[in-house]
């Protein structure tokens, strides 16, 4: 059976300092984030800057994300915000800490049209001793730098499990 990686936060803020300085790094980057949560993935987002609790990810406009009115699909937005506030979020985690999407309550205050940027800031509990619902907001705008949508992303933050630490 698969284990979970302890400490995910760690490993992403060490592969994004190993790849985003390289030729296609942000992409490749982006693309083991999408191997990782596959349908996170198919948005085709790419992560342009990753922090200890924060991430910043591009999507561009393309007929593979776009409804029938020529804009983003609500979808597409909903699919961003959740990968932009889970390497957020993950990377400002204490190590064997975990999380889970719970709920996901979204504005969409104008169409979504063009090159969209998507920016989280996490700001993480420092411990976590008992099951937690913790909520982190991610912003959309578009190229004009005007808000297109609004996600609040609910987590169930998990203590590390002191089983599982003692059977590696």
């Not at 300092?17 to 596959?38: E, I, M, N, Q, Y």
């Amino acid at each position: 059976m698969p284990r979970a990686n302890p400490s995910p936060g760690r490993l992403l803020l060490q592969n994004w300092d190993r790849l985003s300085g390289l030729p296609f790094g942000k992409r490749l980057f982006s693309w083991a984030v999408g191997r990782t949560a596959p349908y996170t993935g198919s948005v085709g987002g790419v992560f342009t800057d990753v922090r200890p609790g924060y991430a910043r990810v591009q999507l561009r406009d393309r007929k593979a994300v776009r409804n029938h009115l020529t804009s983003i699909h609500a979808v597409a937005l909903v699919n961003l915000a959740e990968m932009t506030s889970g390497v957020a979020l993950m990377t400002a985690l204490p190590p064997g800490v975990r999380g889970i999407v719970t709920g996901l309550q979204i504005e969409y205050l104008k169409k979504a049209r063009g090159t969209l940027v998507c920016t989280t800031t996490a700001q993480a509990p420092t411990t976590v001793s008992a099951p937690i619902t913790h909520d982190v907001q991610a912003d959309i705008v578009n190229a004009e730098g005007e808000l297109v949508a609004r996600c609040l992303v609910h987590w169930r933050l998990s203590p590390p499990d002191p089983a599982r630490e003692t059977a590696r």
